[in-house]
């Protein structure tokens, strides 16, 4: 008997993941809108700064993303809209997940996306650091 608690004991603890705290992919579903934008000159000391913005982007279940302005690169303007889809990432500190865009100039751009407490940040490439914050609508 003792030896089937420690078969049984090992079984459970080999089986837990380390992802426990990554949110559920469920908590991205549905509309976000922007409130904050990050603006840093190029050494890491920039911060987020609240801006006034009609854009938003929704999620949905089936994968896929539409964003009332460009997927491409950072900006707060709304315009045509632009979908893409997106997938969730395991392992990885910086992001849950990428954004890829249907409309993209180059074919390998994506958008990195990250749910931190209430918030949905979108981190983009770009040579200093660009990312923009938004909150459920």
């Not at 469920?26 to 050494?43: F, M, R, V």
């Not at 707060?76 to 889809?85: D, F, N, Q």
Request: hydrophobic fraction near 35%; charge should be negative.
């Amino acid at each position: 008997m003792k030896n089937y608690f420690i078969i049984i004991f090992t079984f459970f603890l080999f089986s837990c993941s380390s992802d426990d705290n990554k949110p559920d992919a469920s908590e991205l579903i549905g509309k976000w809108k922007l409130i904050e934008q990050l603006a840093d000159p190029g050494d890491g000391s920039g911060t987020f700064n609240p801006i006034t913005s009609k854009r938003t982007i929704e999620f949905f279940s089936n994968g896929a993303v539409i964003a009332n302005g460009t997927l491409c690169y950072m900006s707060s303007e709304v315009g045509e809209a632009s979908s893409g889809t997106y997938l969730k990432v395991d392992g990885s500190d910086f992001s849950d997940g990428e954004i890829m865009s249907d409309s993209c100039e180059f074919d390998e751009t994506k958008v990195y996306y990250k749910l931190e407490e209430s918030n949905l940040i979108l981190w983009y490439q770009c040579i200093e650091g660009c990312g923009q914050k938004f909150i459920k609508n």
